[in-house]
Every structure is written in structure tokens, then in C-alpha cells.
């Protein structure tokens, strides 16, 4: 990776006007479910180091910038990252706004990938947001991003830092296969333990968004308990599938940092019954029956999609299509649970990415269509308050999705790619 010693020129300024000057709960977020919408697809991962101040990593991969030749001769990319910090996703003004310049020169590093960070000045609200504008200097064109940063309490999730073994630059995800070893550390440096609550749970997938629901609470109660000692380099290698929650102290407080151990391809789906469980979404009961039961899943597997597609091209273009859907939904929704089985991952999946997304603090309003068109399809999203991530979401069910469902499901057993 390249590091930001290479050419960081830092400066936090006063910016003279603001990029985006309405509520970010009025904007359009369509791009955050459609890549294809941003010129360039940062990661960023928030670190709460002190009780009034945080730090934002962000990487941008390389192969996505433009480099031209400077003055010096040498071909350069230039990335400048504008924040803006709101205390609500409906706040009307920000609090506090800078700018950090990042240049990487070809030649520097073997690495495609561009790493800085910077810190800001977040004070003791517990829960704010900040808004990035991240530009290609060179292309003189922008993309907006949004982080949330939790500092509700004093073992969020946030106030935890994980590193690779191997790596001196933090770990941006919260899933590690079975090969990965790590070691993780709070910002108080006077801890030397974590308490880790293990829990392997099988969840069932997501039911349509019509049907009528009585989900069931969770069971707090782990399947086994231990410590984990920080006082020295300790790495940590899990190899049992599940999630694994660290916490400072076991009292009443759920809060903590969650690591998933999903399957080793993550977020991707490899294997036969990794690809045969999406499917439920689009196939009937007796099909799925006959999936699960036969030995050979790879050969049930390409029957069915050769009698959706009619021919290997368009058997090859729908396979394309759907798994790509189910891949970037567990990038974009995965929480205790692997993001194709959530609720939004089972429209994502279906309907395809939204035309129009809404976000506030605790909620999300997804439009089909055009706004405010009768044609339109609309799904809202409540958060759910869960210890072990803040990226779980519930559909708000509704007997009238019914048709616009089976609508869609028949336009895939047609051999279309609905909302393509």
C-alpha cells in the first residue's frame, strides 16, 4: 500500500462555501447502491482516538485516478478530500469543515492503493456525520461520500482499532476469513483485555417484502465466552464461522466491536450452495427442494440457468447480473448477517439499486421510478438498534407489494434482468 508519507500536504481551512448546501436528508444517495454512478469508490473507517476528537482513514485505488506530468516531470495523481461535519443527517449546517491534499507520484510504490487520513475535531455528541467531497484534481471532477461516527459510548464500535499481521495500516473491514490473524486495541491504552462474546447462529433469509413477519428476539446469551490479552502484539486467528463481539467489560452495556467470520471467499460466492441460496428469492419452493437435495448442485445449478436464459449467452449474462447483485449486497448491507439475506439485500437483489435513496439518522426511503410518480415503487427502511453493528435495517412490510414482487420475479424466470 502506498503510505501518505509519500507527498501529504495537509491543511485544515475554513472552506469559503460549502459543496452541498441543503440537508444531506434531502439529497439523492442513489450512487452509494449503484458504483457505477462515482468516478471513484473510496473506503473510509472512522477511529474516535480521543473522547472530543476522531481520525478518518480513507484509501482510493489508484487505477481510478488520473496522472498527468508536473512540473517535476513525473506523472501525478492529486486527490483533495473536503469534509464537512453535521451533527444529524438532518442538521441544516455543518460544525466544522477542512480540507486534506493527498499526491502520489507513478514510480512511488508497486501498491495501487493511496492511503491518508486526518483528524477532526468531533466534540462529545454522540452520534454526527461527515460529508467527503473527494475530487480528482487532475479530472477536475468530484464524487460525495457520507460517514457516520458513533461516539455514544465510551466501547463503540469506533473507539476499536484492528491491524493485519503483516500490515501497518489499519484494517478498513469488520469480516476476516479463516486465513487472516490480526490484532485489535482499544484507544484507552490502559486496557490489556477484551472479554469476547462468540456467538454462531444460523438466520434464515429474508422473507418478501409482503409477507407478514414475527421476528423473534435475539439471544444474547453467547455459545462461549473468553479473553482475549492486548498487553502485548497478540494476534487472533478464528477459524469457527460466526461473529465474535469484544467488549472492555461484560456489565450491562451490549456495546462493543463485532468481527464476522463469514465464509473464506467473502464478500464473494463461490462455492454451488453459496450460489444455490440466493436463488430462493427467484425460484419456487419445489425447485429450491430439489437444489438442496441433489448431490450435484453444480449440475442443477446450470440447468437453471439454462432454461431461464434459453441460450449459454444470455444463461451467461443473467448469471452475471444476479451474483453481481448478491455480491454487492453483502458489501452494502451485511451486518450480524451476510448482506443477501437482509431485507435490503432481498430488494437490492430483485428490484436491482434504487433510482432514488433518501437516508436519515435512522432510516432509509428507496424509490423505484420517478419521485412522486404513481408508477413508482417505494420501500422504507427502519434501523434496527443492535449492539453488534449499526447497519442492520428492517423493511416496513406492506400486503401491496404483492404484485409489484411476483411482477418482478416473473421478468427473471423470463430470462430479463429486471430494472437492468
Known sequence: MKKISLIFLMSVLLMAGCFLSNKISNQNLAYVYKSSLSLMHPEFMIYNFSEDSSRLFFKVNTDELLYTKQDDQRFTAI??????????????????????????????????????????????????????????????????????????????????????????????????????????????ASITKFFVKYYNRTFKIAPPPFAVENPQGFDYHPDSL?????SEDTYLNFTKPGFYHFQIDTGTNREGFTMYRFTDDFPRVALPQELIDPLRYINTRKEFEEFSSNSNKKIVLDKFWMGMGGNQERSRELIRKFYNRVINANIYFSSHIEGWKTDRGLIYIVFGAPNIVYKGDNNESWTYGESGSLLSINFNFERVNNPFTDNDYTLERAPLYETQWYRAVDVWRQGRVYSD
Do not use: C, E
Open 79 to 188: 486527490v483533495k478530500v473536503q469534509y464537512m461535519l453535521f451533527n444529524s443527517i438532518d442538521a441544516q449546517a455543518f460544525t466544522d469543515s477542512g480540507s486534506v491534499t493527498v499526491k502520489d507520484s507513478r514510480g512511488d510504490s508497486l501498491s495501487n492503493i493511496l492511503m491518508g487520513h486526518f483528524d477532526v475535531k468531533t466534540g462529545m455528541i454522540p452520534y454526527s456525520v461527515l460529508q467527503l467531497k473527494l475530487t480528482d484534481v487532475n479530472r477536475k471532477q468530484y464524487d460525495v461520500f457520507f460517514v457516520k461516527i458513533d461516539k455514544s459510548t465510551r466501547q463503540s464500535r469506533q473507539t476499536f482499532l484492528v491491524h493485519l499481521k503483516g500490515s501497518k495500516q489499519p484494517y478498513f473491514h469488520n469480516y476476516v476469513s479463516s486465513k487472516d490473524s490480526f490484532k485489535i486495541k482499544n484507544r484507552d
Open 226 to 230: 473468553f479473553t482475549v490479552d492486548i
